[in-house]
């Protein structure tokens, strides 16, 4: 049985806005690599690049060079429609480098298969790859607007084997109004915050009222509502699963919860049945889990058990060359 979760994690960052007396068009950020981060091997006649916290470069045909994400903060109410490389520096790394191609994506852990190599991105002196940074996902993150930009930490030159090592580069993010509102939070329990966005007054006074209520991480007695609201105690901690393992699951919940992390379980049969409106069970849960993120001020969410048990939303991606997958 495969379990799966969901986590919400904050990383800063530092933004830097564009001068303008009217609404911000774009905002610049910069990130400097520590040169440990970075290392190259070799192994079997090959160049290996690796970099900490990267992943690799699943296009088919291309070189198999690493790839950073990062999270920016965006301004509420605003989506990214482009992003562009503004200044680049950069240090050598290796020279006489050969590279192999990317890895096709297998399922389980059999041997390494890799796509055959396009040889447009293994011959000549262009660079590769030849754009250093992309625009990935972007939406709402427990009250603020992010978006993630993908980047290369390393550069190659196919025709004379040469590793650059990006020491720091700049981008640009442009802009534009009318991004989709995130969902409206009702309960904000201040300890459960890493970094609180900046707030409307009404926000604030929800803080406030969540801080002086007694609301606390390890709230006594712990006594929440069986559909997420406001009244009861605030939930870190959800769990969904099935009425058979439910049971074992309650073992997990009462744990967090007797480790100051409030947890509760609830069933998919639970579910559906309070919220009868949906497409689909997929989405009645997606429903249950935004009211607990909104009304409990859930933080964590974990789906327990497979897609026999959680109905998955299948979605169609072109990152590892086309293909549908299961969403959470």
Do not use: C
Request: aromatic residues 8%; charged residues 20%.
């Amino acid at each position: 049985m495969r379990l799966r979760s969901i986590a919400t994690i904050f990383l800063g960052g530092l933004i830097l806005l564009a001068p303008s007396a009217r609404a911000a068009s774009s905002i610049e950020h910069e990130w400097t690599l520590d040169p440990a981060r970075v290392s190259v091997a070799q192994r079997g006649g090959f160049t290996v690049v690796d970099a900490k916290g990267a992943m690799r470069e699943f296009a088919p045909g291309r070189p198999d060079l690493p790839w950073l994400s990062e999270r920016i903060d965006i301004p509420a109410g605003t989506r990214v429609t482009s992003v562009e490389l503004v200044n680049l520096v950069t240090a050598p790394l290796a020279s006489d480098a050969v590279l192999q191609s990317s890895i096709a994506p297998q399922p389980g852990l059999g041997p390494v298969v890799r796509t055959p190599a396009t040889a447009a991105y293994f011959t000549g002196n262009t660079f590769q790859p030849e754009r250093l940074v992309e625009l990935g996902a972007q939406g709402g993150m427990r009250g603020r607007s992010v978006a993630f930009v993908r980047w290369a930490p390393v550069r190659w030159s196919p025709a004379a084997g040469r590793l650059e090592r990006v020491t720091s580069l700049r981008v640009r993010l442009t802009l534009e109004s009318g991004a989709e509102p995130p969902v409206r939070r009702e309960r904000i329990v201040p300890e459960w915050e890493d970094d609180l966005p900046p707030m409307s007054a009404k926000e604030a006074a929800t803080v406030l009222r969540s801080a002086t209520s007694g609301d606390k991480v390890q709230a006594e007695p712990f006594r929440p509502q069986q559909v997420p609201s406001v009244l009861g105690s605030p939930v870190a901690y959800l769990i969904i699963t099935s009425d058979a393992m439910a049971p074992a699951f309650q073992q997990l919940a009462d744990w967090k919860t007797q480790s100051g992390v409030p947890a509760v379980v609830r069933t998919v049969s639970f579910v559906t049945q309070q919220y009868p409106y949906g497409v689909d069970d997929a989405d009645r849960i997606r429903m249950f889990i935004r009211d607990a993120y909104a009304r409990w001020g859930t933080k964590w969410v974990l789906l327990g058990g497979d897609t026999d048990v959680i109905p998955e939303r299948l979605a169609r991606t072109l990152f590892y060359g086309g293909e549908n997958i299961a969403s959470d």
